[in-house]
């Protein structure tokens, strides 16, 4: 299974990026997907999740408000919609599919992404 996440970048505090995640060559086979970021020197951490069939959606609380994680399963892409970044969401990012578990947690998922950088200037 390939995960590949794109739309990383560089952008100025107070700016907008969306993130897309899509399987490589075949549809998500998971009820849902997350994002999750490290930060240099840092652990990872969750970031958001979706179920792919109602498409509830789960949010860390450093985010909420300001991330958006949404569904295209026509298109087999999971986006990350984010807003009025601040410098400390400058991380990588990864997408991952669910398998079991709290969403909440990174050993709930078995299938990562490479990451796309995030950099938000001051």
């Known amino acids: 299974v390939q995960l590949q996440a794109s739309g990383g970048g560089l952008v100025q505090a107070g700016g907008s990026l969306r993130l897309s995640c899509t399987a490589s060559?075949?549809?998500?086979?998971?009820?849902?997907e997350g994002w999750f970021r490290q930060a240099r020197g840092k652990e990872r951490e969750f970031v958001a999740a979706?179920?792919?069939?109602?498409?509830?959606?789960y949010y860390a609380d450093s985010v909420r408000g300001r991330f958006t994680i949404s569904r295209d399963n026509a298109e087999n892409t999971v986006y990350l919609q984010m807003t009025s970044l601040k410098p400390e969401d400058t991380a990588v990012y990864y997408c991952?599919?669910?398998?079991?578990?709290?969403?909440?947690?990174?050993?709930?998922?078995?299938?990562w992404g490479p990451g796309t950088q995030v950099t938000v200037s001051s």
């Open positions: 979706i179920t792919l069939s109602s498409g509830r959606a």
């Open positions: 060559g075949r549809t998500f086979s998971s009820s849902a």
């Open positions: 991952a599919e669910y398998r079991r578990g709290s969403y909440y947690y990174e050993n709930a998922y078995d299938y």
